[in-house]
């Protein structure tokens, strides 16, 4: 998630965030991997998983699909050292 997340940053999550209703980042799981994402929900009810490292492709997700993704929590605080 570089620039906005680095590796080694400590985040907190909102664990009553168990579905993708609104736009922000995540902490997901999928095939037994912890991922932090941007998602943004649309008016439809698709997905839109993003990076916010341009190297990484953004992933869509139809309506029945976001449906069975695996939500951790919403990430609403980050502390980096110095």
Known sequence: MEPSLHNGDMILLDLRAQRLTTNG????????????????????????????NPAYEVEVLSPSQAESVIVVGRVVWYFREI
């Not at 799981?29 to 997905?47: A, F, T």
Request: charged share 20%.
């Open 25 to 52: 980042i995540y902490v997901i799981q999928h095939n037994g991997h912890l991922l932090v994402k941007r998602i943004q929900v649309k008016m439809n009810g698709s997905v839109l998983i993003k990076s916010d």
